[in-house]
């Protein structure tokens, strides 16, 4: 079964390439240096070519690379994505993920590093720096070398730290830093930065405590095109055999399950809720819930898909933790019910959706989120459109920062 419509798609992207029509290739003024080429003579091997850095940690930063990545190649610039987590530890990513499993592991250990350190960018602070930097830069650098760009976008705090260090050896390297985040801890912020882009004013005035001459953006959080054209609420229950009077929430937290998913699922499914519960890339929750799915055919489980834009657009509500599913969730136009699960960085978050409107907090025992949901049920309404947002205005303020480091005005 496919994600969404394919055919409403077109629609969409021609309203975004209305925005971004013009601007064609990348081509800098004549006389610009870039990557130690003139823009009026000389090799353009380097020219229009962006390298994005995420991070293996959960989705979210994948999540943001993809939207950006799409974004920049409507504007004529070539991208190309890299895990900097894995170029840290040179080999898949999970010395970090574990590292960061143990930190949230033990209840208030991390919230301790994120609020006391890195937000205030303390002696651990720059020692996670330095640390993840000697080993990230020599790799990056190697990467810079071989496969030459004329833009670096970081997606992750570490990568944005080595790439501010090696900027002085690439002349012409523009560098930019994206962060979701509500409060932009110290490691984000690097002096060799051209450009931060943030999703809040919050955010930018973080920023700014540790670089107050920063040039910094505020610009919407990027959504990925598919949940710009779901399927109705109609469509979407049809396909997944749900009853379209009944009321149905999707239950997800991320590519790691995190919280009571389990027995959350269950106690909806009792209170009548048909349940669209994600497991994510979290295997034991997979297994977990297709078990409970065999005792309740209520409970629809899924492992880690592509599906989301069609369960959203089945649901009446969305419940989930602080991060980018937030924001896809008020594309289609669903509430949202937020569970504290979180630590650190994304209890800052929780504050900064709940300030947003159309969401709740939870507590995370099993009871506590039901009555919450149940609640929340009762008050949503139903979906009067198909999508409540479009991605124009992303668009917009994305090339009007983009055009603060000379990527082309009116894109």
Known sequence: MSVTKMDGIDATVSGIDAVVRGAGAVTPSPGVVVNGALADGGSDARRGKVLLLSGSLGMGHDVMAEACATSLERRGLRTRTADSLRMTDGRNGTLGQNAFRGLIAVPGVYDALHFSQLRTGGPVARAIERTSSRFLVPRL??????EPVDMVVSIFASAAAAVSRLKPEFPGLITAVFSSDCCVHRIWVQENTDLFLVTSQTAARYVRRFSPNARVAVVPTPVRAPFYDPPTQEEARANLGIPLESRCVLLMSGSWGLGP??????????????????????????????????????????????????????????????????????????DLLLMDVVPGHGRDNLQKELDRGHAEVTSTDSLSLTRSALACLDRVKPPSQRVAATPQAWEQAFGAALAQVGLGANW
């Open 141 to 146: 650098r190697e990467d810079l070398r071989a």
């Open 261 to 334: 998913l389990v027995e959350a699922a269950e106690a909806l499914a009792r209170a009548g809720v048909w349940v669209l519960a994600v497991a994510g890339r979290n295997e034991k929750l997979a297994a977990r819930l297709a078990a409970l799915a065999e005792r309740d055919h209520r409970v629809i489980p899924f492992g880690f898909t592509t599906r989301i834009p069609e369960l959203m657009a089945a649901s009446n509500l969305v419940v989930t933790s602080s991060g980018d599913t937030c924001s896809e969730a008020r594309v289609i136009g669903r």
